[in-house]
């Protein structure tokens, strides 16, 4: 049955976050799983006059083909084809959709890197500044699995989270992002929780639905040798390689000098193995989206949770000032609804998810 909602979500990409000239060539990364978006793209970008570049994989989250990296040799398994690498250096634009095949996970560790790899290379242009890019997600199965619903009610979930005001979002929003620029220092404390981290020099972006879909963030890349202590993440995530749940991280200079997790310990030791800057953080994110209101088991809607805060492993914002390199980006979350806070410069500014007057 046709939903309307899937043209409503291919405008919001296409005019709101390309937003392309007539003659672009915009590339659409996806899977078979989102067929009915891929198809709804194509006829929005013809309609606006740009071509539309088709990528669709089969059964994998990010629009790669896992087949291929389960069965390369080590010397080119994460590398882009020379010929996909001239493409990716000229399209005008990128949308990428995330859509996993259920139960489809990378078979080897090689294969697992090769997928952060590539994830990295597809995306980095677009990290950078040099084009518009969106990365999003279409409401499959495998999703609504992962978040324990039903397919139908994981769409209105999804659906509610990305088809909002942004505008009106980007307003309310501001004050938070704000306040976080006067900051130098930001401290995060919870139950488990002890973490500082500087702001100084840095000044932070909005998240208002046009890089990524559902947007709802305000995020900051931090000093790279300023995080210290430890944090716990109590909201569980799902690596390249599979779940990990309650992760552990304690910092010293910014370095990652211990980590644990009580499911999936092997796959976090691996990411933290990638190179050195994986052992060091890209980014601080904080929670802003209301119609977010449960752990999917789906960092780009936990991360957006209003109440939570996020680190990201790895890849820094250049645009924001980060220095950190790394073929990772991996955004962990904290929920502070229960008993965590937020100081900026000593002041509490959220308790229990909650923004207080100072903003």
Known sequence: MHDPRVEAYAALLVDRCIDPRPGWQVLVATTDEAKPLARALSRRLAQRGAWCLQRIALGAAFPVDLDWLEAAPADIAGRVPPLEQAVLDGVDAAIFVLAPAAGRHPATPQAAAGVRALASAYRDRGRRGEIPTVRCDFPCPAYAARAGLSQAAFADLLYAACLRDWDAEAEAMRPVLERFDRAEEVRIRAPGT???????????????????????????????????????????TVSVGGPVEGVRLRFRAGEVVDASAAVGEELLHAALATDPGARRLGELGLGCNAGIDRPLRNVLFDEKMAGTVHVALGYGFPLLGGRNESAIHWDLVADLRRGGELLADGETVQRDGRWGTCL
């Open 194 to 236: 002890d973490l500082t981290l500087s702001l100084a020099g840095r000044r932070g972006a909005i998240d208002d639905g046009r890089l990524n879909v559902p947007g709802g963030e305000v995020y900051f890349s931090p000093v790279e040798d300023s995080a210290e202590g430890e944090i716990r993440f109590d909201v569980p």
